[in-house]
């Protein structure tokens, strides 16, 4: 017999070995025998002669089926093998002109074998089979059927979309052998029955993808534009030419919007309704919002530039889920400062513009009504917690105080959540502990806070930080009901969403600014002592680098206000004189640091520093951006088993897009954020990349 590689082979030579059906099969003939046997014997005990007859015939059958069976049994056999030789050969025929692309893969992901669709579709040769990985890049090791049986990715190769699904095959399974047979036998330890293969079939999803894509595409989506500062912006205008203004940027909006065929409705002075098709959304965020910049480009005698606030809904099969959704994005643009456009969907949210530090408005309105709106949550209220960020700075403890000044105004029992006294922090923390003025149970650790809301109806107010994931006992913000946030820095997807009282205003310089222009509507009877006018002027003195950065008219305003109560700025200065140490360190941070790409100043705080190496890492970057060329700085500090990292800029380089890209926050010129379970080295990584990304998409220029 000739094998399928040409070989002749001496079917006498071979065991033959049968098993299941087959092995029934071939036996007949033994079990008839036997059956014939036992009726021989029977007869005798019927009748002799009849008895004598069968067992002729029993002798005469037996010599038949003995003969057939050893006589045609390899001849049996080599029609089974050439058989199953020709329809293991019409298999792979069949596999090798199958339309499909099929490819086997060992363990590692190696190709063994494809048929020519495969080769066709992915472009190569046998020779050039390799691991799936270098063919295509999307199936990592990770994604290969290691532990689970079947995995399916989809993949984009030579403008056709193709579901690649992958099943792991064992060769328990190629063997088909019952589990006695693999545990003995001349073989059974030649073959590894817990290796596998894997098998990669490519079905094309092309045409099903694109429709999907047309049937998105055709979708309504809803849009918001607020107009962030018509009033402002109008008092800078001539009287006789302010309606030829808004005339101007009614015209602006309504011709971006009808190069997309979109209706825009306008619903009062300053706020417009979109309605449109997401294909055109799309392209809208493609081009980045080119309305942002055009509106504040339009120039007709006004001082100050108009700018927009932009929140589109989509991804909802409902409209009226769409339009929840662009209400929730225009809050979240407003939130962050406006000027920008975000889109949020059901899935994520996506941000454009908000380059630039927007102006604050000068006028005090909103100050007023959220201050009375703060003295009736407080007024009924029996105990108030207050709450910052995790490492309290001094902008936190500032405002902490003048909250608890508020508090302690309506005769309510305050506490203020301090867990670990930086040096930032120690001197302020000091000067309040032993005045006298003050309960000495004021300041407690977060342990002690949750016992207090656990035990009572508490109202927290959080200050300082609109994060959950970074506030300083993220448990009180599930054990008060009554939440109250006051912060300045921008406002993120992540956000406090269950607060009775949002008030957050990124125009303003400081948490401790807001808080001074509350103390001056909340109450006549406010009696705001000189150690505290002291904290709250510290706070805004420190987020204002000596009111260098983000001040306006209300930070001075503000500032005045405190001074007028009793606050030193020769004795805040004081406070906040760097040790030895300290200088040392930021001296030591500044030094070592790197420059990338020219621009980018990064640094890392040496693992010496024991006491308060976050708030030395802060100072460092502010130092960092003293140096000439330096746009923008990043210090990394490791603490506590986590990555923090301190980014500063001037003026171009927006700091808090790049720090939302790794989990935080903050303002333009001024974020941060904190890593887990990652390496100074890793972070750093991470960070290029992020700035490497916005420069592609022209974030960062």
Request: glycine letters at 6%; hydrophobic letters at 40%; charged letters at 25%.
């Amino acid at each position: 017999m000739y094998l399928s590689d040409g070989r002749e082979t001496d079917m006498s030579n071979i065991n033959i070995r049968y098993k299941g059906e087959i092995r029934k099969y071939i036996m007949w003939p033994v079990w008839m025998t036997l059956l014939v046997g036992i009726f021989a014997v029977g007869m005798f005990f019927i009748d002799v002669r009849a008895g004598i007859g069968a067992t002729i015939f029993f002798a005469v059958y037996a010599g038949v089926a003995c003969f057939l069976y050893l006589h045609d049994r390899n001849t049996v056999f080599r029609e089974l093998v050439s058989f199953a030789t020709q329809y293991g050969q019409i298999q792979k025929q069949l596999l090798m002109d199958l339309e499909i692309p099929y490819a086997l893969l060992d363990e590692a992901g190696k190709i063994i074998w494809a048929n020519d669709a495969f080769e066709k579709t992915m472009d190569i040769t046998r020779k050039k089979y390799g691991s799936i990985t270098n063919v295509i890049p999307e199936i990592t090791n990770e994604k290969l059927p290691n532990v689970e049986h079947e995995t399916e990715i989809v993949i984009a190769v030579n403008g056709h979309d193709f579901r690649a699904s992958m099943n792991k095959v064992t060769m328990k399974d190629l063997m088909d052998r019952p589990e006695e047979d693999m545990q003995t036998g001349d073989e059974a330890g030649s073959v590894d029955y817990d290796s596998y293969l894997i098998a990669l079939y490519m079905f094309d999803i092309s045409e099903v993808s694109s429709l999907s894509r047309q049937i998105e595409e055709q979708k309504t989506v809803c849009g918001l534009i607020y107009m962030d500062n018509y009033d402002e912006a109008l008092e800078s205008v001539d009287e006789a030419r302010r309606s030829l203004a808004v005339a101007l940027i009614d015209r602006q909006i309504n011709k971006y919007f009808s190069k997309v065929d979109a209706i825009v409705k306008k619903l009062e002075k300053d706020k417009f309704l979109v309605v449109m098709k997401r294909k055109e959304l799309d392209a809208m965020a493609e081009g980045r919002f080119a309305i942002l910049d055009e509106v504040k480009n339009a120039n007709i005698g006004n001082e100050l530039a108009f700018s927009l606030s932009i929140g589109f809904g989509a991804g909802s099969d409902s409209l009226l889920q769409n339009y929840e959704y662009a209400r929730t994005a225009i809050d979240l643009a407003l939130g962050r400062g406006g000027d920008q456009a975000i889109i949020k969907t059901d899935e994520e949210i996506s941000y454009f513009g908000g380059k630039r530090e927007v102006t604050g408005k000068n006028t005090r309105v909103k100050a007023r009504v959220k201050a009375h709106a703060l003295r009736e949550i407080i007024e009924n209220s029996d105990h108030i917690v207050i709450m910052g960020h995790k490492i309290l700075d001094v902008d936190a403890f500032g405002s902490s105080i003048g909250i608890y000044r508020v508090a302690r105004t309506f005769n309510k029992k305050v506490n203020i959540v301090v867990d670990e006294v930086t040096t930032s922090i120690r001197s302020m923390l000091e000067m309040i502990s032993k005045d006298g003025k003050h309960d000495p149970s004021l300041f407690v650790s977060r342990e002690e806070a949750v016992e207090i809301a656990s035990a009572s109806d508490c109202t927290l107010v959080v200050v300082d930080v609109n994060k959950p994931s970074f506030t300083g006992c993220p448990p009180l913000l599930d054990l008060c009901h009554t939440i109250v946030v006051l912060d300045h820095h921008r406002q993120g997807s992540e956000k406090i969403e269950n607060a009775t009282l949002s008030y957050i205003e990124p125009y303003a310089s400081s948490a401790s600014e807001m808080v001074s222009e509350v103390l001056q509507y909340i109450s006549d009877r406010v009696d705001l002592t000189a150690n505290e006018a002291d904290c709250l002027y510290g706070g805004m003195m420190i987020d204002t680098n000596n009111f260098m950065t983000k001040t306006g008219v209300r930070t001075f305003e503000a500032a005045a206000y405190l001074r007028k109560n009793g606050a030193d700025v020769t004795r805040v200065r004081k406070m906040f004189r760097d040790d030895v140490a300290s200088y040392k360190a930021k001296a030591e941070i500044v030094s070592n640091a790197e420059i990338y790409d020219g621009a980018f100043a990064m640094a890392q705080t040496p693992d010496t520093i024991v006491d308060s190496p976050t708030i030395i890492g802060a100072e460092a970057a502010n130092e960092l951006l003293n140096i000439n060329g330096i746009r923008a700085s990043f210090v990394f500090t490791m603490h506590q088993g986590e990555v923090f990292i301190s980014a500063r800029s001037i003026d171009d380089v927006n700091v808090q897009v790049i720090m939302e890209q790794l989990g935080g926050g903050g303002h333009m010129n001024s974020a941060g954020t904190q890593l887990e379970n990652t390496t100074i080295e890793e972070a750093k990584k991470a960070l290029i990349d992020v700035i490497v990304q916005l420069k592609e998409k022209g974030e960062i220029r």
